[in-house]
């Protein structure tokens, strides 16, 4: 009954999230991850309960099976939910593919500790000759590695916010207090199943929080707000950066992408903004949504050596989109950055940024104008 209300709860929560989104982002796809592993679970287990103690034509051999995936099941729910962290937080794919190593290496153990088993049970259970299941000692080990990643968010949530990044309430402590009471529930008493369903109560928790936390977020390209923006400058005087810099940037040529493609052209040109700063900005770096079609890159801790690379790499990452040919526009920005100085308020940063980004902007219409002449005479 307990894990069928979880599966229950489960596809109710997917269907709402289906409904109540217009795109899919990185972080969307391991929040739904996270449930569809937390359904597998709750289906194995009680297949598992089901055929416990039972004889018939490979009843053992199910019994492997499922238990098995229970055991993977449960680790990998808790390595989703880091990497969930990460991009919630963080939203920067050049620090999860930093950080994947190590993220990954308590679920690699436990995968082959699992797999092991299965050609020589007694490392992490065992399945008795009337087909009833036994812990072993090396289940002691997925419980350690679900505790460690619980134990990470903690650290990733309270870390980002004495940085300045993590300003707005992400709900952890939900996750990880329930989680760790399901843990602790199996661990001492054996026979009982709650972490499915507390699993599931707990991510509709955290659904629900966040429902509140997107008043940070630009739901069209996936980065942090303007709101978002104010709130971390706000903070600016107690953060720990050593030195922040920002770059502002324009799309050249929006309204007319706008006007000859269409609005919904349009804002696929902007969700590809997005995930072209995903992938561009370094692991202390923070990407932003500030209007229509101007986007804002902070990086703290960095020279201006760094900065200047960032705008290389975007632009790179741009020119790679635009030789793909996989939309039918084109994109180019212009960039302009600045530093934070310590007598500077939000106000002056934002203007600084602005009117290092209006001068590439004139040189590019100057540019354009003078090739269209160009043409022109040509044509004459």
Known sequence: M????AVLMMGYLLLCRRKNRESLHAEDKIYDGIALVN???ALSETVAFLIDGKSFTGSRQINYAVNSLCFIGTVSMSLLWCLYVELRIYRNYKR???KIAFLIFPWLVEVIMILCNLFRPGIVFRISGANVYQRAGGSLACYISVIMYFGYSIYLVYHSRKQGINLSYFPVMYFVGVG????ILQLFFYGIT???LLAAVTLIFVQMQLYAENLYTDELSGLYNRRYLNAVLAKRKTAVWKSLHGIMMDVNDFKHINDSLGHSIGDKAVSTMGSILFRSIPDTGMAIRYAGDEFIVLLAGVDTECVLATMDEINDNISQFNSSGAEPFSLS???GYAEFRPEDDTETFLRNMDEKMYEKKRKYHSLNQAERLKKDQQKI
């Open 2 to 5: 307990a894990n069928g209300l």
């Open 39 to 41: 359904i597998l679970g």
């Open 96 to 98: 999860i593919f930093s």
């Open 180 to 183: 760790f009471a399901g843990v």
């Open 194 to 196: 709650a972490s499915w």
């Open 333 to 335: 920005v212009s960039m």
